[in-house]
């Protein structure tokens, strides 16, 4: 079935590090692809998304690029923040019955620990 | 900008009690859906609810769960008879369309 396989951490950057968080799926189709990210002690929120092949998402500085070829949307960000601390989980959306609602699966999640 | 909300934030239960965990989704979404995340793993999907029933269901939501959607605006999840394994962090989430969704804060069960 369609999933996603995402780059297990705990990762720990320096503040103004480069960040790469990988995320490769596998998938029927051309799905969308979500990144979500959870703050300590909140729940998900989306971060961006890319809705066809070779679309950039971004948002608050995070990039991810929408790579049919090599069936990925790897997480970017050129210089991260203590508080950009968080689990980042990478999503596709994906239905058992092909006419049902379409509800995510999501990575294992990648903790990002910044540190100043 | 519209949120959803679940309440409680934090629900304590002993094994083989009932539990009620709420959810307010936005108000013009029309999926909605449950997902539970057990500490330090991954988020799973357990429930999808459209037009009244449910679409899509996984093999975790077994015959102890339900869904309803009671008065137009909540939509809640049932566990009939909690067990020690249920204890996870309970995420509800809505949409306007398929795929995506907004999701709410979070209820963390503690089954004792």
């Known amino acids: 079935g369609d999933s996603v396989t995402q780059m297990e951490g705990p990762v720990t950057l320096s503040e103004e590090a480069f960040l790469t968080i990988n995320c490769t799926y596998t998938?029927?189709?051309?799905?969308?692809l979500f990144w979500y990210v959870q703050y300590p002690g909140e729940g998900l929120q989306l971060l961006l998304k890319?809705?066809?092949?070779?679309d950039k998402g971004s948002n608050k500085g995070f990039e991810a690029t929408y790579r049919k070829e090599t069936t990925s949307f790897h997480l970017e960000k050129g210089s991260v923040q203590v508080s950009d601390s968080a689990v980042y989980f990478c999503?596709?959306?994906?239905?058992?019955?092909?006419?049902?609602?379409?509800?995510?699966?999501f990575g294992k999640g990648t903790k990002l620990s910044v540190i100043p | 900008e519209p949120e959803v909300t679940q309440t409680p934030s934090h629900q304590v239960t002993q094994m083989g009690q009932e539990v009620i965990l709420r959810c307010v989704p936005i108000s013009n979404h029309l999926y909605f859906y449950w997902y539970r995340q057990i500490l330090g793993q991954k988020v799973e999907f357990l429930v999808s609810?459209?037009?009244?029933?449910?679409?899509?269901k996984s093999e975790i939501f077994d015959d102890q769960f339900s869904v309803e959607r009671p008065d137009g605006s909540n939509f809640t999840l049932k566990i009939r008879s909690t067990k020690l394994e249920d204890s996870a962090m309970y995420f509800c989430?809505?949409?306007?369309?398929?795929?995506?969704?907004?999701f709410g804060p979070g209820t963390r069960l503690t089954v004792t």
């Open positions: 609810f459209y037009n009244n029933e449910i679409s899509e």
């Open positions: 999503a596709l959306p994906y239905t058992y019955s092909g006419a049902g609602s379409y509800q995510l699966t």
């Open positions: 989430a809505s949409s306007e369309d398929r795929g995506r969704g907004n």
């Open positions: 998938a029927t189709g051309y799905p969308s």
């Open positions: 890319a809705t066809k092949a070779d």
